[in-house]
């Protein structure tokens, strides 16, 4: 599991607020500029935990708190929202915690996930010249609050008090938010429930055409210890419905079980007529949260074949990063080609397949490992939201 540390560490390098992330240089002087922060994170659009954290310039720089006089801690925060007037008396959750990055000390306020929403005032409360206005529905739209004069747009509102009768989050994004739950999960035979909402079950079913006759492998197949493969259907179901559906290949012999990865393409010429082929996932993507969940952590054989597999699988961080590389790709594509021609000298298939396919097979191994250096250099170049 992923640590709070971690998590922060992650949010910092970003460099960029998001929709669930706030940087604040130092703590607030204003109160009411502090309430209207947890108010508008509580009522994230993500519909998830949101951090408030101090010390960080807005453009991600490590600032540190250990000198700000306005510091303050978990019982100054929970003492600060007790008084005010919430509708219903419902207040954001909040959980203060203290980090020590480097040479400085940070504070993160966690303002907890809630299907309260929306979270708002019943009376005004004012700090100053500036107010937090009662039966005003504050929000947060990418990295953005909604102004203290104002209310959040009509559509997120609506989707607010969705949440808070049960018709929001849809489907979808509770089956991709329980995933992410993977130790609430229980599997009997090829079924996988979910203990919180029974209602989501992962159905894995054999595809018993590629699974008798091996003949349908994929180049990451030959890369690992066995290149026996095989193949399922995955049904991620609400009730009888169902709301995802991808084919799983099963690598080294039954030890590691993964989403097929999508291809890409970059080709070679104006004219398309060649193309540099791949496979690759999405952080975030269904694919991606199904890759994690079906890993047995607890297994060193399945982790020996994940590794193998992803040395050949490019992992981006968005769809926008994936478009960025590809282009930078084609940028570079006389010396990526030149080095691929000098890589693929070395045979990695030592099976006793057909020349012509270990020649394809082989190519693709090495351009997989290829990129995938490329796509750490890329990151080290542009400093740029990915």
Known sequence: MVSLKEKINELISRKYEGAYWDYKQQY?????????D???????????????????TDDGRIQGVEDDPNRKNQENLISFLRDKDFEGGY????????????????????????????????????????????????????DTNTPKDKSADERVVENLWKR???LFPLPIDRLKHSLSDKKNWTKKDSVSYYNQSPEFTIEQIDDYEDRYHNTNREFYSYYQMNSST???????????????????????????????????????????????????????SLEYQLNIFLFNENSEEA??????????????????????????VRKNITDIVQELEEMKKNNLIFEGVDEHI???????????????RELLNFRRQYSYPL
């Open 28 to 36: 607030h002087k204003n109160k009411a500029d502090l309430l209207h």
């Open 38 to 56: 947890i108010i508008c994170l509580a009522n994230n659009t993500e519909n998830r935990d949101a951090y408030l954290i101090f010390g960080i």
């Open 91 to 142: 207040r954001p959750v909040v959980e203060y915690n203290s980090l020590e990055i480097g040479s400085h000390s940070i504070d993160v306020l966690i303002i907890k996930q809630s299907n309260r929403t929306p979270y708002y005032l019943t009376k005004d409360y004012g700090d100053g010249k500036k107010k937090v206005r009662a039966y005003h529905i504050y929000s947060r739209i990418m």
């Open 164 to 166: 808070r009768f049960g």
């Open 230 to 284: 095989s193949y399922e259907t995955l049904h991620c179901k609400y009730y009888m419905t169902v709301l995802f559906e991808c084919q799983s290949v099963v690598l080294d012999s039954g030890r590691y079980v993964a989403p097929v990865p999508n291809w890409g393409f970059i080709p070679l010429d104006k004219y398309h007529r060649e193309k540099l082929t791949y496979k690759y996932y999405v952080k975030g």
């Open 303 to 328: 982790r020996i074949a994940r590794d193998r597999f992803m040395e050949l699988i490019l992992l981006y961080n968005s769809e926008r990063e994936r478009k960025l590389f590809e282009s930078h």
């Open 358 to 372: 270990r020649d394809v097979e082989n190519k693709r191994i090495h351009t997989g490992i290829l990129l995938n």
